[in-house]
């Protein structure tokens, strides 16, 4: 029997409208902004409950990302809120100077990242931010996994002081984590025990990842599943903990291969247990249309990946 | 504050700039000289600044109840680092450590070192205003009736994200903003009107919806009048812009007219006959 099931598949920026809608009740430090996507950032419920909290930018990110700045100096927590990749790749600059650089308390907080916008395409669909993101020194960068972790981990980064990328997306996507669950950034959840691979996931490919670890299971492999929600500050302790029980690794995720988790996870092994490692994640290549699903399978961020790039892994060891 | 007394302090910052650029051999004279008489009026006169019982000023981050500044136009961080030592907010003899490792007088202005005074990083053109706009409204938020000021340079409208804050603010009626630009027809590559033509800023910000003043950035008496009458205007519905003409290098005759010196530090001898025209009132660091 399966050692995770769900009940609902819901998406995970419903995840980020629910949390939200919380701070809107229980933080009235917490301010949103958002450049003409609030339907699709889920943000009905905070500007109803707190409509004076609420600014709306228009199309225009980088003067958004400067207000949020400008709201953090006054005292306040700003969400600034748009598609992943004009709330990022877009405004770098303004990221890195006006929020990171100026150590400012502002939360970018972003749907539709990865593959699963789906058929809008490539000019949407961005597999470079959590590189961006983690490249800028003392921002920290959460990708939840389903709508119940996204809620969390919203309501977790009002609470923490300093900048945050907090990235979450669109397709629905099985809600198996627990309901009202306490949010720890920087500390990974270990899902399923095993000693043969370690199957590090991020974002929507957790739920994959297990898939992954219950087909290889049937095949007598015993994966060691672990969902890395916090990219940055990555918990070096739980995957040294893991790969020296299994020896050997796969980094999944909804991301490039470069900038993304598993190239954290290469970086700290490279120096502190050097282990074969395999990557679940796009190959340097943009994205395209289609339906999420058809385009998971295709670029592989799917179970089915993750399965042979373990098998893989394993005869390296 | 009587004119007078500015002028006076004007004249030693106009020092500072000059001994601070020359003494790392980098830096932006040119729009800090033009910009001196303005935030001299701002931080000696014009604005209202948290103090402690004995009157020395106080910087706190959120700039609750206090007028807050904002540089936009980074680059002529000596101006803003000599306004803010001799205001009180750190040691004037810490302008000696101007872009020299170590310090926290960076390049470019930023709270990454911790100054007293700095808010935000600002060098990379086009952020102040946005940032500005975010205190403004900030402040209207907590009920705090202080205002925000801003300044940027007039080559830095070439950047787009000025636009986008630009129809933001009147649009939120951010009415406690009052901003400037450093209209002094020059940028790194040479005439504003060569470069990249602003043409009629005036009327561009006013067909956005700011009330538009005119300012001569260089005249303490007009300068001091502008603002009195900027900051009537405020509490009405619209932010408010002052396009201050200035003259790049104002104070230092060789320096005036051009922008050769926008970002050229002066030789010994070069240095020696600026600080020949420039009165030493309040002792040099």
């Known amino acids: 029997m399966a050692q995770y099931t769900f009940e609902t598949k819901k998406d995970t920026r419903s995840g980020f409208g629910a949390g939200m809608e919380y701070l809107s009740l229980n933080s009235p430090k917490v301010v949103a902004l958002c450049a003409d996507l609030i339907g699709s950032l889920k943000l009905e419920a905070f500007i109803k409950n707190s409509p004076e909290r609420f600014f709306q930018t228009g199309i225009a990110e980088a003067n958004m990302i400067g207000i949020a700045a400008g709201l953090a100096v006054g005292g306040y927590i700003p969400f600034a809120t748009t598609f992943a990749n004009f709330g990022t790749g877009r405004v770098y600059d303004q990221i890195r100077q006006s929020v990171a650089y100026s150590g400012k308390n502002v939360k970018i907080a972003c749907s539709h990242a990865g593959l699963t916008l789906g058929e809008d395409g490539a000019t949407h669909q961005i597999l470079e931010d959590i590189g961006l993101m983690k490249m800028l020194p003392g921002m920290v960068v959460i990708n939840p996994c389903d709508y119940n972790q996204t809620k969390a981990a919203t309501i977790a980064v009002a609470d923490y002081e300093g900048p945050v990328y907090l990235r979450f997306g669109r397709p629905v996507v099985p809600v198996f984590t627990p309901e009202n669950q306490t949010f720890e950034i920087g500390k990974a959840i270990h899902l399923m025990e095993g000693a043969d691979v370690s199957i590090f996931a991020t974002g929507h490919l957790v739920w994959e990842s297990i898939l992954a670890a219950e087909i290889l299971k049937e095949n007598g492999i015993h994966a060691d599943v672990i969902n890395i929600h916090t990219i940055k500050p990555l918990d070096t302790d739980s995957v040294l903990k893991s790969v020296v029980k299994t020896g050997c690794v796969v980094s999944a995720e909804e991301h490039q291969y470069n900038g993304g988790l598993g190239d954290s996870i290469a970086q700290f092994l490279a120096v502190t247990k050097p282990t074969p490692m395999e990557f679940v994640g796009v190959n340097d290549s943009f994205g395209e249309s289609g339906k999420p699903a058809e385009l998971m399978e295709k670029y592989g961020l799917n179970a089915a990946s993750i399965v042979e790039k373990a098998m893989k892994a394993i005869s390296r060891k | ?285």
């Not at chain 2, 009327?203 to 009330?211: I, L, N, R, S, V």
């Not at chain 2, 300012?215 to 619209?238: C, E, F, P, R, W």
């Not at chain 2, 201050?244 to 104070?251: I, N, R, S």
């Open chain 2, 1 to 285: 504050m009587q004119t007078q007394e500015l002028e006076k302090i004007a004249s030693q910052v106009r020092r500072d700039i000059l001994r601070m650029v020359h003494g790392c051999q980098s830096g932006h004279p040119g729009g800090s000289l033009g910009c001196t008489d303005l935030l001299v009026e701002l931080f000696f006169n014009a604005m209202i600044l948290k103090t402690d019982s004995s009157g020395n000023v106080v910087f706190q981050m959120d700039g609750e109840g206090e007028d807050v500044f904002y540089l936009s136009n980074g680059h002529i961080s000596p101006l803003i680092y000599s306004v803010l030592a001799r205001r009180g907010y750190f040691a004037v003899s810490e302008l000696a450590s101007f872009r020299k490792i170590n310090t926290r007088l960076q390049g470019h202005p930023t709270p990454h070192e911790h100054l007293e005074g700095i808010r935000i990083a600002s060098g990379s053109l086009g952020q102040g205003l946005s940032v500005a706009i975010g205190t403004a409204q900030a402040k209207k938020l907590s009920k705090d009736n202080s205002l925000v000021y801003c300044l940027m340079g007039d080559g830095e409208q070439n950047e787009g994200q000025v636009w986008e804050a630009a129809m933001y603010a009147p649009h939120h009626q951010v009415d406690n903003l009052i901003t400037f630009i450093d209209v002094n027809g020059q940028q790194i590559d040479g005439p504003t009107d060569k470069v990249m033509n602003n043409r009629d800023l005036g009327e561009k910000y006013k067909a956005f919806g700011w009330e538009v003043l005119h300012m001569a950035g260089n005249d303490a008496a007009d300068v001091q009048q502008t603002i009195a009458s900027a900051k009537k205007l405020s509490g009405q519905g619209a932010p408010i812009m002052v396009l201050m003409q200035t003259e790049m290098g104002a104070g230092v005759d060789f320096m005036m007219g051009s922008h050769k010196w926008h970002g050229v530090a002066p030789n010994d001898q070069q240095l020696a006959d600026a600080l020949a025209q420039l009165t030493e009132t309040l002792g040099d660091y």
